[in-house]
């Protein structure tokens, strides 16, 4: 009986040690291919360009600042065909422009008063998980805590929103209304307002991209200056 426990003992051992080495094996092949990768987009880089590198290393002048979704199938410089340089991103769940996320707003910052850029695109896109589960209510865990932001959003809108019978239909409305929010509290932040207040070229607009289709959709939510905003918005400067 010792012997035939010891030999099970040893055969799931064996097992355990298989399964571990393919794992690693797998993990090792994906992080040798993307450093690959690399690698070859350097190769291909200077092919097209003997001097890419050296002109990007001196310094960034982006027309546009992207907030968008951290989803990885919707990459902001190849949806828009810009290059290394172009576009300054930030990005998280479900697109939010939450007035207390430092993050966001120091992104925004830099983006606004040091680089000027002239251009503030907020880009959802439909089929996005977090803005699907701001419509449910199964915990995920701490995100729990970032997408009641988006249910506010769902609050705000819900007569509408509940209106509509068809659940897909429904679905790419809350992307929508939920992009044209986020327009809406970009518009009411100190840092967009002083620019305006000061006389700069700053304009936001609001995006859906179609993972299904590639296009982008103008939602025609479009701001530069303060004087669509609610009285109580509009920041004495």
Partial sequence: VIDSLKRIFFTTLLRVDRIDYLKHKIMSDFYKKILDNNKEWVENALAKDPNFFAELAKGQTPPLLWIGCSDSRVPA??????????????????????????N??????????????????????????????????????IIDNWIRHIKDVYRLHNQYLDSIEDETERFNAFVEINVKEQVFDLSKTSIVQSAWKNGQELSLHGWVYGLNSGFVTDLNVNFNSNVELDEVYQLKL
């Fill in 77 to 102: 410089n190849e949806i828009i065909g810009a290059k290394p340089g172009e576009v300054f991103v930030h990005r998280n769940i479900a697109n939010m422009v939450v007035h207390s996320d430092m």
């Fill in 104 to 141: 966001m707003l120091s992104v925004l910052d830099y983006a606004v008063n040091v680089l000027k850029v002239k251009h503030v695109i907020v880009c959802g896109h439909y089929g996005c998980g977090g803005v699907k589960a701001a419509m449910g209510n199964q915990s995920i865990g």
